[in-house]
């Protein structure tokens, strides 16, 4: 019999059947010797153990280990249990557990004092080829009984079934921490990833310095309407805009709490706090995805603060009636005289309307065909590839690429530079077309769904009183750096036009009587 039985995975959901096979396993049968605490020692090492609320990883470690601990009173086991952190993919993953668990416990384990328990062939191939005996847990059944992934999705899917093969272990600390609904939260959610972010093709580091950068210039603007409380950041990111609300003398008794959906971003939140970036005790983050549900109390948040989240709402939503829950959560949640502060992209006054738009052709490439196999590509080659196009040629890419609808005619001389489209469509295009470096991510989302006018009869429509401040502007920045050099824009008989509004700023306030 072995000293030790090792047991990696990710360990979500414990079974009936894992109960009765370590019990036989780490006894050799004799259920006298398990009764009587003695047998191998069970070594649980849990894998991603720095995920949760991902649909590949929906229950945080700390819960895994309470069922596991409870697990293994109720069926006498002797059991250890250790974390191992999340690692690039590496054919050396059994070597890199095993040295995880003998930093956590002391424990050397050899082929000679253990044995691993194991169903997923890949891994168990990495352990056999140290020369560790392999259990094959349900890959040795026949037939094979349900794995703890089938039935954590039984759960998802709402079928009861899977309280009678979940061991009474998982079923308790399922219920007292009402994990269930987390489950089925987490892993029904249709826009979330696997590993917890809007697109795969993020890169989140990018978006939080971005974020950082634009921290001040954020906080100056909605700085005066702030209303103290409870003041909320919904799709706060990396937390910036909460650190500069933490220094304002007139908040130190508010309640400061950040919501956001990306794993990377959420954790690094986290990580602030933990390191004393906050001097208020009453800063909160929340992993939430907004478009699943209210998120908080009716009437319990005195300020809610939106940066450049609104059009992703709409985007990986279903548009307007994805918006619309949205601001209608938010309404319901602010208290009758708190106020919403939004600071989003929009689209121009007029969008629907033809416009024709000049683009330069001799600042970069001009290829005969747009690439239509960009999404296999490793993220540095596309936006190396797409950073190689001249403007012009840029605009044939993003039709490619991008989600929704986008049509274009050429203009009526000869010349390729000049198409004719819609203002929207052309505004959509002009204000995406440098983010080469998150392009595929940049193609999954329109900028100018909704113009300023959309914005008022929306915000009207559930209940919201404008306040003057708000409105819509333009970067001048933007027009004078990254439009005006390589475009222009005119009317289809050619009379120039001006560049319309980039941007919204709403300040919307519930009225007191409501």
């Not at 210039?217 to 409870?230: D, F, I």
């Not at 985007?315 to 938010?330: E, K, T, W």
Request: hydrophobic share 40%; with cysteine; net charge negative.
């Amino acid at each position: 019999m072995p000293r030790y039985l090792l047991f990696p995975g990710r360990h979500h959901l414990l079974t009936r059947f894992q109960a009765e096979y370590l019990r036989r396993l780490a006894t050799g049968g004799d259920t006298a010797t398990a009764d009587g605490g003695a047998g191998a020692t069970v070594v649980w090492a849990v894998t991603s153990a720095n995920h949760e609320n991902t649909r590949r990883n929906p229950v945080p470690y700390h819960r895994r280990e309470a069922a596991i601990e409870r697990f293994s009173v109720l069926t006498g086991l002797r059991s250890v249990v250790v974390p191992v952190f999340d690692t690039a993919e590496t054919d050396r993953f059994a070597e890199v557990t095993l040295k995880n668990v003998a930093a956590a416990t002391g424990r050397e384990l050899t082929p000679a004092d253990t044995v691993v328990a194991c169903s997923t062939p890949e891994v168990a191939a990495m352990y056999e080829r140290l020369g560790f005996t392999i259990a094959g847990v349900e890959a040795e059944v026949d037939p094979t009984p349900a794995r703890p992934w089938d039935v954590l999705l039984r759960l998802a899917a709402g079928d009861p079934t899977w309280r009678n093969l979940a061991h009474p272990a998982t079923v308790d600390v399922y219920h007292r921490y009402r994990l269930d609904d987390l489950v089925r939260a987490v892993v029904n959610d249709p826009v979330v990833g696997d590993e917890g972010g809007l697109t795969a093709t993020r890169d989140y580091r990018t978006y939080a310095e971005a974020f950082a950068d634009a921290a001040q210039r954020k906080w100056s603007a909605v700085r005066e309407h702030v209303r103290p409380g409870r003041i909320v950041d919904v799709g706060c990111g990396a937390g910036a805009v909460l650190e500069l609300a933490d220094r304002e003398p007139a908040l130190r008794e508010s309640d400061l709490i950040g919501v956001e959906v990306a794993r990377h971003l959420f954790e690094e939140c986290v990580h602030k706090k933990a390191q004393g970036f906050f001097t208020n005790p009453n800063v909160f983050f929340y992993r939430r995805n907004v478009l699943g549900g209210a998120v908080f109390a009716p009437r319990s948040v005195d300020t809610t603060l939106t940066f450049a989240l609104t059009h992703e709402i709409w985007s990986y939503g279903d548009r307007m009636a994805s918006l619309r829950r949205f601001v209608q959560a938010i309404y319901d949640h602010t208290v009758p005289g708190g106020v919403w502060i939004n600071s989003d992209v929009c689209g121009p006054d007029g969008r629907d309307r033809t416009v024709r738009l000049r683009l330069s052709t001799a600042d970069g490439a001009n290829p005969a065909q747009p690439r239509t196999d960009l999404a296999s590509l490793p993220p540095e080659e596309v936006a190396s590839y797409v950073g190689g196009l001249s403007t012009r040629a840029r605009l044939e890419q993003f039709a490619v690429d991008y989600r929704f609808p986008f049509t274009y005619r050429p203009g009526p001389d000869a010349s390729d530079a000049v198409v004719e489209l819609t203002l929207g469509d052309a505004m959509d295009f002009l204000t995406r077309k440098d983010y080469t470096d998150n392009w595929l991510s940049e193609t999954r989302e329109q900028f100018c769904g909704l113009e300023y006018a959309d914005w008022k009869a929306l915000l009207a429509d559930v209940g919201f009183e404008v306040d003057p401040a708000s409105g819509p502007t333009r970067n001048d920045w933007i027009v004078t750096n990254r439009l005006a050099p390589v475009a222009g824009l005119s009317t289809p008989e050619g009379r120039p036009l001006d560049w319309p509004v980039t941007h919204v700023f709403l300040v919307a306030r519930r009225p007191v009587n409501t």
